[in-house]
Nanobody, 129 residues
């Protein structure tokens, strides 16, 4: 059974930092894209960042570019999201995603929640002003 388990969320003041981790089990994702999305109640899931299987290509939501960094450790089947200079508008439940439903190399695929096969349960990030 494939599982993605996020950790590292919490409450932080504006300007602070958090590092999210997502550990995968049940299969290896070393040849798959991985990503992070976030969601507020009543809103659609929003793309935050994604990384290619090799780690050579990353994509970011424009509002987090320069503040967030996505990385991965294929040996440990884990993806990370380092979040710096956090703002209250970053408050959301953050979800890890992995595995591609079909072969695609364009950025639109990486940024689409429909492209990913597996999802974690989410971790809450709250940024206070």
């Amino acid at each position: 059974q494939v599982q993605l388990v996020e950790s590292g969320g919490g409450l932080v003041q504006s300007g602070g930092s958090l590092r999210l981790s997502c550990a995968a089990s049940g299969r290896t994702f070393s040849r798959d894209p991985m990503g992070w999305f976030r969601q507020l109640p009543g809103k659609e899931r929003e793309f935050v960042a994604a990384i290619s299987w090799s780690g050579n290509t990353m994509y970011y939501l424009e509002s987090v570019r320069g503040r967030f960094t996505i990385s991965r450790d294929n040996a440990n089947n884990t993806v990370f999201l380092q979040m710096n200079s956090l703002k209250p508008e970053d408050t959301a439940v953050y979800y890890c995603a992995a595995g591609a439903a079909n072969y695609c190399t364009i950025s639109a695929c990486y940024k689409s929640s429909r492209w990913y096969e597996y999802w974690g349960q989410g971790t809450q990030v709250t940024v206070s002003s």
